[in-house]
């Protein structure tokens, strides 16, 4: 299985500041035909379902604000989101679907400082 | 518009079977190259990927559950149906539905169904 750990496991930052989310893979999750690292990132709050926020690593959804943006290096993955807003505060997954069983960090829970 | 929208109880004694039932809405469960799946989210812990159905019938379960998992789809009801078998307490979690495109991760969500598991 993929295990995708994530660190911090909870962070506080103030808001207008930046918040830094990292989510390492145990493997690869890089599909070779199109370069592609089949990661994603997705918000949860309570009483909602999971919001998409990133696919591909690196891909911003339709309608996720572009202070919310992801990088890739390797099996490292990173979710910034610049100029922390106070409807930002939430858990904060990664998401392997590059091989069953599809895996999810354990996630990380943001607040606001 | 597409949605997804889970049913079933929402209590069910240990040792007893789960069936929840997602209908689609807004695309077909044959429609080529999209699976839909099941996650679930126990109270203050992470996902956890249960299952998933594709246009193709194939089915992929969590190794770990496999053995008390069953997905089916009902392409006349445009429905997916998930069982569990031989519930436990730690069983009790959030049940999502989800969408998911070929090549892509789930995008769109049920709103989910609590599922507690109590005597």
């Known amino acids: 299985d993929i295990v995708l750990t994530q660190s911090p496991d909870s962070l506080a930052v103030s808001l207008g500041e930046r918040a830094t989310i990292k989510c390492r893979s145990s493997q690869s999750v890089l599909y070779i035909a199109n370069k592609e690292n089949f990661l994603a990132w997705y918000q949860c709050k309570p009483g909602q379902p999971p919001r998409l926020l990133m696919s591909g690593a690196t891909t911003r959804e339709f309608g996720v604000p572009d202070r919310f943006t992801g990088s890739a290096s390797g099996t490292d993955f990173t979710l910034t989101i610049s100029g922390l807003q106070a409807e930002d505060v939430a858990v904060y997954f990664c998401h392997q679907y590059f091989n069953p069983p599809y895996t999810f960090g354990q996630g990380t829970k943001l607040e606001i400082k | 518009q597409i949605t997804l929208k889970e049913s079933g109880p929402t209590l069910v004694k240990p040792t007893q079977t789960l069936t929840l039932t997602c209908t689609l809405s807004?695309?077909?469960?044959?429609?080529?190259?999209?699976?839909v799946g099941w996650i679930r989210q126990p109270p203050g812990k992470a996902l956890e990927w249960l299952a998933l159905?594709?246009?193709?019938?194939?089915?992929r379960y969590s190794p770990s559950l496999r053995s008390r998992l069953t997905i089916t789809k009902d392409t006349s009801k445009n429905q997916v149906v998930l069982t569990m078998s031989n519930m436990d307490p730690e069983d009790t979690a959030t049940y999502y539905c989800?969408?998911?495109?070929?090549?892509?991760?789930?995008?769109?969500w049920g709103l989910g169904t609590l599922v507690t598991v109590s005597s």
């Open positions: 989800a969408r998911r495109p070929l090549r892509s991760p789930f995008d769109y």
């Open positions: 807004g695309f077909s469960v044959s429609t080529s190259e999209v699976s």
């Open positions: 159905i594709s246009w193709d019938d194939s089915q």
